[in-house]
Structure formats: structure tokens, C-alpha cells
Nanobody, 124 residues
């Protein structure tokens, strides 16, 4: 079973920066897609940014130019560098991963896993 553990949330003033990290553990044949979502109180969960195993990235319009998603050399880890934070960025941020679990091609099974979430609060 694949599990995700997030870290790096906290309280920051507007204009400041935070870096979120999400590490996948377990036995996975492939980790094809990783993403960060967020959910503010009373609002639906929304995509912030995602990245494929090939390094292709996608960002929501409201974070373009401010946030950067990366996987680095450790492909089982995805980071979200958040700069120029705004009060409206306040939310619980969730890591999501999709791929195939298992050790062998013939026994692989698809998975779609979420982390427990980490709170980001931006004060004005």
C-alpha cells in the first residue's frame, strides 16, 4: 500500500514563503503523477500544481509565477515552493499521487492516494 506523508505547513505573513514536501512510501512499480491540491473552509478542493514522472508541470492560474512544483532526484518526493504568499492561499494542502503499486509488471495495481493534509495559514 502506498502512503503519502506531508510536511512543511505553518503560519506565515503575507509576502512570505513556505516549502511543502510530500514523501511516498510503500512498494510502487511506478509513481506516474504527483500533485498538490488545497481546500479552504467552505470551498471545494482545487488543484494547485501537478508534475508527471517525466517532469511535465501544470499550475493553476492563481499560483502561476509564485509557486513551483518539483520532484528532484528523489522521484518519490514532491515539493511545492510557495513564494509571495497571499491570505487567500490559506488552506489545507493535500498531496496526491497516482501510479501502480507492486514489485512486478504482471502484478501491478493502479493506485490513487492522498496525504493527510497540512495547514497553511497566511496572515495579512
Amino acid at each position: 500500500q502506498v502512503q503519502l506523508v506531508e510536511s512543511g505547513g505553518g503560519l506565515v505573513q503575507a509576502g512570505g514563503s513556505l516549502r511543502l514536501s510530500c514523501a511516498a512510501s510503500g512498494t510502487f512499480f511506478s509513481l506516474d503523477y504527483m500533485a498538490w491540491y488545497r481546500q479552504a473552509p467552505g470551498r471545494q478542493r482545487e488543484l494547485v500544481a501537478d508534475i508527471t514522472s517525466e517532469g511535465m508541470t501544470n499550475y493553476a492560474d492563481f499560483v502561476k509565477g509564485r509557486f513551483t512544483i518539483s520532484r528532484g532526484n528523489a522521484q518519490h518526493v514532491v515539493d511545492l515552493q510557495m513564494n509571495t504568499l497571499k491570505p487567500e492561499d490559506t488552506a489545507v494542502y493535500y498531496c496526491n499521487a497516482k501510479g501502480y503499486s507492486g514489485s512486478y509488471w504482471y502484478s501491478r495495481r493502479p493506485f490513487n492516494t492522498w496525504g493527510q493534509g497540512t495547514q497553511v495559514t497566511v496572515s495579512s
